[in-house]
């Protein structure tokens, strides 16, 4: 469930018409509602409250700093996957004893930056990486606390490139190597071992491969504790997907239930790192639509948003509905609803059946909270676009829409160009 519904046949975000806001701030622009943030945020984690859990929201979804606090308000840690997100999960105010920090290709210096602010645990992903960890942390005088992602072998029935558990993925280590890895880590003296790790891949459809993935990750605690080594952290990654045309997910609290029964007094701590099912629905991107044109073949609808500001269709063929933002009785039309980037991947839809929009008027593109604005590219010289918040009937700008001066901050000519 979301905020953004029709009243009087425009839309709204809670309380605000949207066209009110495109009219303070311009188009285009990421608009999240805050009430389904928090819905989402608090379902996720009570879902899980029978048993002692943490939800490590996963700031790579969406890292605004306003998004990152609301979620370090309602107890949540993060999930970072690089030195920026570190500082970002930081300036947010979180916790970093609520930190996890997972990623097949951490930098010595992001190392050193996660061991000195003291974050919860790195999810190590290769024999290597293990050993970097070992110097850094023995370099600066510190422990640093491990976890190893395993990889499962396991079919997450997603798409290929949101897949991240299946061998021929670069992620974690190999299930059957594991065990070796966690007994290199014991005779690394800077090391301590805390938990186990697996994210198995993203927008999931369906529980059991993730359960299929915990059965595995158990067993291989067993056998580790039999060796003595023991786990107090349990981290199953995140991935549960959200309906953005027809989906049907599992609601989270059916997936943790089935968690829950699989996990239920085995001893272990639970880490989840949800990304998508808590910011997905809980954000558009509002566009204007600039022109129409056709030809024999097709119509297209030219809309002020881009690829780089929207690269999912692009990249993944991925579904977006798309809504006038003023609702009223209309022809339909099949277009395709196209950015103003020279590329001719650049699309928002593609023969798509859609109300007929006219030029000036607003579009907006559903279910952009996850992987959109993070995702956005200063492509063809582009500013990146405003993000804005409403709750109940305030709307708050929480990034500024970047200008030209923005995009050549940094650059310089040498002086003998001059
Ligand atoms: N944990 C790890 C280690 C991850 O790699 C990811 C996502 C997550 C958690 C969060 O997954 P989520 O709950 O959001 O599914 N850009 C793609 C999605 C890439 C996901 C990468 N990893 C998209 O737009 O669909």
């Known amino acids: 469930m979301h905020f953004f519904e029709y009243q009087d046949h425009q839309l709204h975000c809670e309380g605000v018409p949207v066209e009110a806001i495109a009219e303070k701030v311009g188009t285009p622009f990421y608009l999240y509602s805050y009430h389904t943030l928090v819905r989402h945020f608090t379902v996720f984690d009570k879902a899980f409250d029978g048993i002692p859990h943490l939800v490590c929201y996963s700031a790579k979804a969406n890292s605004n700093l306003a998004l990152l606090r609301l979620f370090v308000n309602l107890g949540g840690g993060v999930d970072i996957v690089s030195g920026g997100e570190l500082y970002r999960a930081l300036q947010a105010g979180a916790d970093p004893q609520k930190i996890v920090f997972s990623g097949v290709g951490k930098r010595p210096d992001e190392i050193e930056y996660g061991l000195r602010a003291g974050i919860l645990m790195f999810n190590v992903e290769s024999s290597q990486e293990l050993q970097a960890l070992d110097e850094v942390a023995g370099r600066i005088g510190k422990k640093a606390s491990i976890s190893i992602r395993v990889n499962p072998d396991i079919d997450p029935k997603t798409h290929p490139y949101i897949s991240t558990g299946l061998k021929q993925n670069k992620f974690g280590i190999d299930i059957l190597r594991a065990p070796m890895a966690y007994r290199m880590a014991t005779q690394l003296p800077n090391l301590k071992i805390v938990g186990i790790d697996c994210h198995i891949g993203s927008q999931l459809i369906e529980v059991e491969p993730v359960i299929e993935a915990l059965r595995k990750l158990k067993r291989l605690v067993e056998d580790l504790r039999k060796e003595g080594i023991e786990i107090r952290y349990l981290d199953l990654g995140g991935g549960l997907g959200i309906t953005y045309e027809d989906e049907e997910p599992p609601h989270p609290t059916d997936y943790a239930a089935s968690i ?118 200063n492509y063809n010289s582009r500013p990146r676009v405003a993000e804005v918040m409403v709750r109940d009937d305030q709307m708050y700008v929480i990034r500024r829409r970047e200008g030209y001066e923005d995009l050549i901050r940094g650059e310089e000519i040498p002086e003998f160009l001059l």
């Open 260 to 377: 829950l029964e699989e996990i239920k007094g085995f001893g272990c701590t639970l880490i989840l790192e949800p990304g998508r099912v808590i910011v997905g629905n809980a954000g558009i991107l509002v566009s204007k639509v600039l022109y129409m044109k056709e030809n024999e073949e097709k119509q297209f609808v030219i809309v002020d948003a881009g690829m780089n500001d929207l690269v999912r269709p692009s990249y993944y063929g991925s579904y977006h509905q798309i809504l006038p933002v003023k609702e009223e009785a209309r022809e339909e039309i099949v277009a395709d609803v196209v950015g103003p980037i020279c590329e001719s991947s650049d699309f928002l839809a593609k023969g798509r059946r859609m109300p007929k929009v006219k030029p000036g008027e607003l579009i907006a593109v559903m279910s952009a909270g996850a992987y959109g604005f993070s995702m956005s590219t």
